[in-house]
């Protein structure tokens, strides 16, 4: 559906990161992702219904979680895409202090 890999990081503005650095930024952006969704969803879900998502997220079942998105809100593939964005753009705003961060920490000190 939607891959977070260096491409995705290139597209943020993220691309010149560390490679070393790379697969902990996506990891962060990954579950930044995974929250909001849950948390957009879970706006429009009754008490049943979260108990019954969360119980299937417990027992670490993806496939049964997703079916169960898919048969109880058809449109969480569009609520993925809304957030995808959203964030995408969160990162493309900060980017240069994310990478000023990771170049500071990078650069060997400077004689005086």
Known sequence: MYKLDDNFLI???????????????IRD????????????L?????????????GLIDQKNDTASLQWLERNFPDYKQVVS???E?????V??????ILAVFNQQTSPPQAA
């Open 92 to 97: 493309r705003a900060s980017a240069p202090q």
């Open 29 to 40: 952006i990954y579950n930044k992702l995974e929250l909001k969704v849950g948390m957009r």
């Open 42 to 54: 879970a706006e429009q879900m009754t008490d049943a219904q979260l108990d019954e998502f969360e």
């Open 82 to 84: 809304d957030e995808l």
């Open 11 to 25: 597209e943020v503005g993220l691309g010149s990161l560390p490679a070393s650095e790379k697969p902990e930024m």
């Open 86 to 90: 959203k964030l995408k753009n969160e």
